[in-house]
């Protein structure tokens, strides 16, 4: 696949970055939708945030924020998808631009470690697998690294598509 954005296996974030500005204001001109848009550029990562530290940062805000937000971020996403799509990164680099609008992404990574953390206090207590509700690819990545280094649990992806959910087990145990 053409990787018009990659060399020597990072991205070109000027090239990748302008031609994001050339996608966004295309797609807000055409949509009409009463938003501003930021991107932010980090060149270091905070330990805090190494489960989800993209590199570029696409920020909205305006009047139609609310509408990227609604029926959880399901717009948001979807502009971030296509984004993705339209820059023809391979799916590898997809976790290093990241769009959000109202620190929806930031307050939804607290919400899944969170969740990940009690999920594995509940099996150790039980010794019974604890099964989340389906969630995408990132989402289950995030809960994956989360629990990696706790003791006395694991974690497994099961399902197909948009039904696939992480399961954790006691450790030691299918």
């Known amino acids: 696949?053409?990787?018009?954005?990659?060399?020597?296996?990072?991205?070109?974030?000027?090239?990748?970055?302008?031609?994001?500005?050339?996608?966004?204001?295309?797609?807000?001109?055409?949509?009409?939708?009463?938003?501003?848009?930021e991107i932010c550029l980090r060149d270091s990562v905070a330990a805090e945030d190494a489960v989800e530290s993209p590199e570029i940062e696409v920020v909205f805000r305006g009047r139609d924020q609310d509408v990227l937000l609604e029926r959880n971020a399901e717009l948001l996403q979807a502009l971030e998808y296509i984004a993705l799509r339209w820059l023809r990164l391979d799916p590898h680099f997809y976790d290093h631009v990241?769009?959000?609008s109202g620190g929806y992404r930031a307050l939804r990574i607290e919400e899944l470690k969170l969740s990940a953390r009690v999920a594995a206090e509940r099996v150790r207590e039980t010794r019974q697998p604890?099964?989340?509700?389906?969630?995408?690819?990132?989402?289950?990545?995030?809960i994956h690294?989360?629990?990696?280094?706790?003791?006395?649990?694991r974690t497994a992806s099961e399902g197909v598509g948009e039904q696939r959910q992480v399961i954790v087990y006691p450790a030691g145990k299918n």
């Open 1 to 37: 696949m053409l990787q018009p954005f990659v060399q020597d296996g990072k991205i070109d974030r000027v090239a990748l970055t302008a031609e994001l500005r050339r996608f966004l204001d295309l797609l807000l001109g055409s949509a009409r939708f009463e938003l501003a848009y």
């Open 130 to 142: 604890f099964r989340f509700n389906p969630m995408s690819s990132r989402e289950r990545r995030i």
């Open 145 to 153: 690294l989360v629990l990696k280094e706790q003791p006395g649990v």
């Open 98 to 100: 990241r769009f959000d």
